[in-house]
T-cell receptor, first 116, second 109 residues
């Protein structure tokens, strides 16, 4: 099956720093990729939809200036958590598919962010 | 009311038992995913369903679009099936999935 990679798999950073998470589709082109966040013992919540060549669409309550998304190519989307705070500590996961309405979604392995 | 309701929330079974996880949803969709999330966090899509029934190995998934209900069955369960199973209809405005809270399955040897 198709593969989506994420890097890094885990990161620990100090409060106030910025962290960039990369999501790559390795064997398919993804016009659209999704970024989710999962807090402990909770379900995944959509943060934003990343569209190649255009601005990301953010869900209500997600600050676009804090969570910067760049979909630079059909195989790479990045999420940058700017000025990270301890409450941003979470599990971040991306997904993509060749065609979101008709094809299966492939998930990255996730990035565990801990902000001290 | 949650848009996606799964039952049960937790399930403990003995190896070899037949497992059923149910999902009811209120969002209007054309397809639904069943996902498996292991303790490390990684997620795998087991099935994408738009109608009827699909089978993959010991896993069977069914869906009734009219009734907005889907079930995931595991035959001859095994300890390696222990994971969280998530029902996720395709219902978001962006083509995104909407996630249930998941069913935590533990299969004892």
């Amino acid at each position: 099956g198709a593969v989506v990679s994420q890097h890094p798999s885990w990161v620990i950073c100090k409060s106030g720093t910025s962290v960039k998470i990369e999501c790559r589709s390795l064997d398919f082109q993804a016009t659209t990729m999704f970024w989710y966040r999962q807090f402990p013992k909770q379900s995944l919540m959509l943060m934003a939809t990343s569209n190649e060549g255009s601005k990301a669409t953010y869900e209500q309550g997600v600050e676009k200036d804090k969570f910067l998304i760049n979909h630079a190519s059909l195989t790479l989307s990045t999420l940058t958590v700017t000025s990270a705070h301890p409450e941003d500590s979470s599990f971040y996961i991306c997904s993509g598919g060749a065609r979101v309405y008709t094809d299966t979604q492939y998930f990255g392995p996730g990035t565990r962010l801990t902000v001290l | 009311k949650n848009e996606v309701e799964q039952s049960p929330q937790n399930l403990t079974a003995q190896e070899g038992e037949f497992i059923t996880i149910n999902c009811s949803y209120s969002v209007g969709i054309s397809a639904l995913h069943w996902l498996q999330q292991h303790p490390g966090g990684g997620i795998v899509s087991l099935f994408m369903l738009s109608s009827g029934k699909k089978k993959h190995g010991r896993l069977i998934a069914t869906i009734n679009i009219q009734e907005k209900h889907s079930s995931l069955h595991i035959t001859a369960s095994h300890p390696r099936d222990s994971a969280v199973y998530i029902c996720a209809p395709l219902g978001g405005s962006q083509g995104n999935l909407i996630f249930g809270k998941g069913t935590k399955l533990s299969v004892k040897p």
